[in-house]
């Protein structure tokens, strides 16, 4: 359930899947939702390079179908980031490795693709928010909702809150 999105200012360190990490928030619904959906055989595709067309579904589909054999009924594409990133979603775990091999050998759109497989912490790095942000705090149980725990939370990674903007629906 999206409770608001909290606007906040400061410098901001995210830590994901490190020890150090000082805020815990529990599993939510939606996370679970999430993780359950991405459980089987699944690749993140990142398009690398600096070229200006940008990688269509259609046109990685067709470029694994003549690279690695795998039919377009085998593989289902989700945009992630439009225009450098997609989550494929194959039907076997042997369709899957088929095509996590040529990483970086594969050509789409003149864009190098690197494939990664799924995991929970992907592209989870530390990093900063330096300057005014918006946090959507979704799936976060009603005990756990209040402008304080919101502002607790804040003040934990640095930030400081600017204000709570309630959810439309």
Same mark, same amino acid.
């Given at each position: 359930?999206?409770?608001?999105?909290?606007?906040?200012?400061?410098?901001?360190?995210?830590?994901?899947?490190?020890?150090?990490?000082?805020?815990?928030?529990?599993? $939510?619904?939606?996370?679970? =939702?999430?993780?359950?959906?991405?459980?089987?055989?699944?690749?993140?595709?990142?398009?690398?390079?600096?070229?200006?067309?940008?990688? $269509?579904?259609? =046109?990685?589909?067709?470029?694994?179908?003549?690279?690695?054999?795998?039919?377009? =009924?085998?593989?289902?594409?989700?945009?992630?980031? $439009?225009?450098?990133?997609?989550?494929? /979603?194959?039907?076997?775990?042997?369709?899957?490795?088929?095509?996590?091999?040529?990483?970086?050998? /594969?050509?789409?759109?003149?864009?190098?693709?690197?494939?990664?497989?799924?995991?929970?912490?992907?592209?989870?790095?530390?990093?900063?928010?330096?300057?005014?942000?918006?946090?959507?705090?979704?799936?976060?149980?009603?005990?756990?909702?209040?402008?304080?725990?919101?502002?607790?939370?804040?003040?934990?990674?640095?930030?400081?809150?600017?204000?709570?903007?309630?959810?439309?629906?």
């Amino acid at each position: 359930m999206d409770r608001g999105v909290a606007c906040l200012r400061g410098h901001i360190r995210m830590r994901f899947g490190v020890r150090a990490s000082r805020v815990l928030l529990a599993r $939510t619904p939606s996370m679970d =939702a999430v993780e359950a959906h991405y459980r089987g055989p699944v690749l993140q595709a990142t398009a690398v390079g600096d070229e200006e067309e940008a990688v $269509t579904p259609a =046109a990685l589909l067709a470029a694994i179908e003549e690279r690695c054999g795998v039919l377009p =009924a085998e593989v289902s594409i989700e945009v992630a980031c $439009t225009p450098h990133d997609m989550w494929l /979603l194959f039907s076997t775990k042997e369709k899957c490795t088929m095509v996590l091999q040529p990483s970086m050998k /594969l050509k789409c759109c003149r864009w190098w693709i690197q494939f990664e497989r799924w995991v929970r912490e992907i592209r989870g790095t530390p990093g900063a928010l330096e300057y005014k942000s918006k946090l959507s705090f979704e799936g976060l149980p009603d005990q756990a909702w209040s402008r304080h725990s919101v502002e607790g939370v804040l003040e934990d990674l640095g930030g400081e809150m600017i204000k709570i903007i309630p959810p439309k629906n």
